[in-house]
């Protein structure tokens, strides 16, 4: 049974000499869409600079990683603070590169088309493919999963397949909370459309980012030496769950009205929430910090 009694650690810090590897999620966790949290910069240099250990991002931004790489830099956070980032992104486009899949439908901001950059794919109407690639709302600051109830149910009916590049149904921009491709997914399944999810919690991305990891290290890291840090309980938290990973859960991020105070929040609740989800983790921070 999963106890509060020192559930709630002070920062990375507190375990760090316990692991080799930190799998870092970045939106909630390193950022808020539109600033750099106070804490994850130096819990991640120091982890890296200070203890030798080896950081991967992983995130469930829709694109590639380079562009990801290139955002983190515009909101001020250093390259110094990781060594590697992976993305559901890096998924998609390997799925769609195996598969071979030449025509698709996008459903999502103009911002995403660096997903297929790499990639030899016509982006066509929906009654020109069979394949959507659903990376977000066209417009995720006006919009909602209700919007695309007609269009979606038109596309199950033609038996549309739904490659879901970012499986999040919702996360905070600012104090703002906006929909993600997983809520289009979820209303897919609805209408009876066949959904294929890729990034957290899934196991493809963690299995990049574990290889990603050990060809930086030089070596097979054991699970065990592998900490995976998250505030997201059904993505973050059970992702690294069913691969087998120990977690370190944010209790600032998308949950943090279920806890008390968010400075200060209720270690019992944390602890409740999580056994009542069928989750596990080692430890939680209010906010990622060494």
Not at 92 to 115: F, Y
Not at 148 to 171: F, H, Q, T, W
Request: aromatic letters at 6%; glycine letters at 10%.
């Amino acid at each position: 049974m999963l106890s509060s009694t020192g559930l709630i650690v002070p920062g990375l810090s507190s375990l760090a000499e316990d692991y080799d590897t930190i799998l870092c999620d970045v939106w909630g966790v390193i950022h808020n869409g539109v600033a750099v949290f106070d804490g994850p910069v130096d819990a991640l240099r120091n982890f890296r600079l200070q203890t030798g250990g080896t950081v991967v991002l992983i995130t469930n931004a829709p694109r590639p990683s380079p562009p990801i790489v290139e955002q983190l830099g515009r909101l001020g956070f250093p390259r110094e603070a990781f060594d590697a980032i992976v993305t559901s992104g890096d998924v998609t486009a390997d799925l769609l590169a195996t598969e071979n899949i030449e025509r698709i439908h996008h459903i999502g901001p103009e911002r995403d088309h660096t997903l297929f950059d790499d990639l030899n794919i016509a982006r066509v109407k929906a009654e020109e493919a069979d394949t959507i690639v659903c990376t977000g709302l066209y417009d995720d600051v006006t919009e909602t999963a209700e919007d695309y109830r007609e269009s979606l149910g038109a596309m199950a009916k033609r038996g549309m397949r739904m490659i879901c590049a970012n499986p999040d149904v919702v996360v905070e921009r600012g104090d703002t909370l906006i929909y993600c491709a997983g809520a289009l997914a979820a209303l897919y399944d609805e209408l009876g459309g066949e959904t294929v999810r890729l990034g957290k919690p899934f196991a493809p991305i963690y299995d990049l980012a574990r290889s990603r990891a050990n060809a930086l290290a030089g070596t097979v890291q054991p699970d065990d030496r592998i900490l995976a840090i998250g505030d997201g309980m059904f993505t973050d938290i059970k992702g690294a769950n069913n691969v087998g990973l120990p977690t370190l859960f944010v209790t600032s991020g998308i949950h943090h009205a279920d806890f008390g105070p968010v400075e200060d929040p209720d270690a019992q609740k944390v602890a409740d929430r999580l056994r009542a989800e069928g989750l596990q983790a080692v430890a939680a921070v209010t906010r990622l910090r060494w």
